[in-house]
């Protein structure tokens, strides 16, 4: 039977988690597309008005540049999680409707930007900084995002809400998955709160101990989760003869 989304409560959850992030000096948002079902995520500090993107899409990018002109902020990165197969990020966009922007993107995922970033690295926005942890598996270039506090991180693909994403193409491998999710994301703070490139049933934020406890994929040992993601047969993505070449290119399309 299909779930039925209580969308007061999901309201409730976003209007907490971007008043927790105010008492601390942060402006967050979670935006949504609904044709490639993706999350971008807004953070700024307060009080530099300095901001970063994290996986913007070309079709909402007029949307985004507004939001982040209206609230009075200077977007200094728009940073991709990976290079993406079911939509054309709004990187290669966002750097002409907000000159300053630079595109991040990792130095193992081949694809152009501004800025390349590995393991470790961080991106730095007034107080706050974003940690980033590879995390392949999805792909070789996955980045996880991680706030200065570990109160939030930003997983991409590689950790959905009770679930994970796809291994069977642009390098997938689900031992390598299974091992960057365990060793890089819910090592984490059980309190912390991680939110997914994607979601398809109305779910907006998860938790580490959430995940932990609740996820059916990631809660079996190995040898049973790479038996699991073998035998998906999921529909190749729709738009991955346009959207990896774009994103190769940071979204700008000849």
Do not use: W
Request: charged residues 20%; glycine residues 8%.
């Amino acid at each position: 039977m299909q779930s039925v989304i209580n969308t007061s409560v999901l309201g409730g959850v976003r209007r907490y988690c971007a008043m927790a992030a105010a008492g601390k000096g942060l402006i967050f948002r979670q935006l949504f597309e609904p044709i490639s079902c993706t999350y971008t995520y807004l953070l700024a500090d307060e009080a530099s008005k300095e901001a970063v993107l994290i996986d913007p899409v070309l079709e909402t990018a007029n949307r985004d540049s507004k939001l982040i002109k209206d609230l009075g902020l200077n977007m200094i990165y728009a940073a991709n999680t990976h290079c993406h197969a079911d939509h054309i990020t709004g990187t290669g966009a966002l750097k002409k409707l907000l000159p300053g922007c630079k595109s991040v993107i990792a130095k193992k995922s081949g694809a152009h930007a501004d800025l390349h970033i590995q393991e470790g690295d961080v991106l730095k926005f007034g107080n706050f900084f974003l940690e980033a942890r590879s995390t392949p598996g999805h792909t070789d270039g996955c980045l996880t995002y991680v706030l200065n506090d570990k109160s939030m991180a930003f997983t991409g693909d590689a950790l959905l809400i009770r679930g994970c994403g796809r291994t069977d193409f642009q390098q997938g491998s689900p031992n390598t998955l299974y091992h960057s999710v365990h060793t890089k994301i819910l090592s984490l703070p059980d309190s912390c709160f991680l939110y997914p490139g994607h979601d398809y049933t109305g779910q907006t934020v998860t938790t580490v101990a959430e995940e932990k406890r609740l996820n059916p994929r990631l809660t079996k040992d190995e040898a049973e989760f790479v038996k699991i993601m073998n035998n998906l047969n999921l529909p190749r993505p729709a738009q991955i003869d346009v959207a990896v070449p774009a994103n190769l290119k940071c979204g700008i399309q000849d």
